[in-house]
């Protein structure tokens, strides 16, 4: 008769064969980057969207985030168009670079 240990949850201990104890490291290096992914398009999205409170998105997968983000971006991304179109075409901002030095008509910063 084989007797078979379990652990503290009921898995008997040779369920999984033998696992050399860096598995274990590495999956948890795994779960640890992809929380921190999670967390980090979390708070891009919480700063994107300002008007509903933190806890709409709070517990929705990467994937789902990552979408909300995407529609929010371009959104802004519009408005800042939109902003655009007012001004004159010669001080329309054509690249990121321009948009960053300048205000939303093109016109450069004092």
Request: with cysteine; proline share 6%.
């Amino acid at each position: 008769m084989i007797v078979c240990m379990k652990d503290r949850y009921g898995v008997p201990s040779n369920m999984f064969g033998v696992v050399p104890d860096d598995f274990y490291a590495i999956v948890g290096r795994v779960i640890m980057l992809a929380t921190q992914v999670e967390y980090r398009v979390l708070a891009l999205l919480w700063a994107l969207d300002r008007q509903q409170p933190q806890d709409v998105h709070a517990g929705k997968p990467a994937r789902e985030l990552l979408n909300e983000c995407r529609s929010r971006l371009h959104g802004h991304d519009q408005a800042i168009r939109d902003a655009a179109g007012d001004c004159s075409p010669e001080y329309r901002p054509h690249s990121t670079n321009a948009m960053r030095s300048r205000t939303a008509c093109g016109r450069p910063r004092a």
